[in-house]
């Protein structure tokens, strides 16, 4: 019943965190999702906004003021993330820990923060910094990806700083993931393709076509076995086998350009969003109502 800004699914698939447009915080859970907990309103509109894996943090930035780091569980504000060099906008938190990424404006350092401490982790950064259309980092933290306007790609090896400069060959990108081990990558352009690719390699594997309309956000599934990718209205989502490729179903949704795609830390849950804030939540069913849909014969 809220147009959504940002939002994130709990690890147990029962519930979810969302941020509306109005900047409140609330827990949404229930059967449906429709059973509503407030936890925080943070006083303004967040223009970018990213939800800690657990569920704890939610960093959030306004389109001038600073990030800030909020703790869920107590509700208030742990601290404001600033470097040296001034703004920092937040890029995602890393799983499994308390670290933040920001970045300092487009294609300047990323730094990873304790928010518990407020200090500075480590940094990095790709050479020869450009006007990229997408930056992204694995979920460990190991890999940054960045996808430029004119279909080239650069892809760092955080720890060892080695850099790989490749043809991407995919223009407009819209959106872009790494696999939950690293292993993969993906890629979806708003003409309407998608592209798999290895990382290690840096190598692309096979296009990923077959859909009416432009292509708008991409996810992996935690075991990484599936490829969830965001279209449009009746093209909502289209799901893949990683392994084979098989394309395995489409779900229908409201709307367009579902731009925000991602599993619940289970994968018994998938949501995404589409422009207009509209969140579209799926859940699969257990291995004990499909026995039970085969007992009765349906």
């Not at 599936?226 to 289209?238: D, F, Q, T, V, W």
Request: aromatic share 8%; with cysteine.
């Amino acid at each position: 019943p809220v147009s959504v800004r940002a939002w994130n699914l709990l690890p147990d698939g029962q519930g979810m965190l969302a941020l509306d447009d109005q900047g409140r915080v609330a827990r949404w859970h229930g059967v449906d999702f429709q059973q509503h907990h407030p936890l925080l309103e943070l006083g303004k509109k967040a223009a970018v906004a990213h939800f800690s894996p657990d569920g704890r943090y939610l960093a959030a930035a306004s389109l001038e003021g600073a990030t800030q780091v909020w703790d869920l569980q107590q509700g208030s504000l742990l601290r404001e993330v600033v470097s040296a060099e001034g703004r920092e906008i937040p890029v995602t938190f890393l799983d499994g820990s308390n670290q933040l990424v920001t970045q300092h404006g487009k294609g300047g350092d990323f730094r990873a923060w304790d928010v518990t401490s407020g200090r500075e982790t480590r940094r990095w950064r790709l050479t020869s910094p450009g006007p990229t259309s997408k930056s992204i980092l694995s979920p460990d933290g190991q890999w940054c990806l960045a996808l430029e306007g004119d279909g080239s790609g650069r892809l760092l090896q955080v720890t060892s700083g080695q850099e790989t400069q490749f043809a991407f060959n995919l223009r407009q990108v819209s959106g872009a993931a790494f696999s939950p081990d690293g292993r993969w990558f993906a890629a979806v352009s708003v003409l309407g393709v998608g592209q798999l690719w290895d990382t290690a390699s840096a190598r692309m594997r096979a296009n990923v076509q077959g859909f009416l309309q432009g292509t708008h956000s991409v996810a992996f599934s935690p075991d990484g076995q599936r490829l969830a990718i965001g279209s449009n209205g009746n093209e909502a989502i289209k799901l893949w086998d990683v392994g084979s490729l098989q394309e395995l179903l489409t779900l229908p949704g409201q709307g367009s350009m579902f731009n925000a795609t991602a599993f619940s830390p289970d994968g018994s849950v998938l949501a995404s969003a589409n422009s207009e804030g509209l969140l579209h939540i799926w859940r699969a069913p257990s291995f004990e109502e499909i026995m039970r849909l085969e007992a009765d014969g349906r």
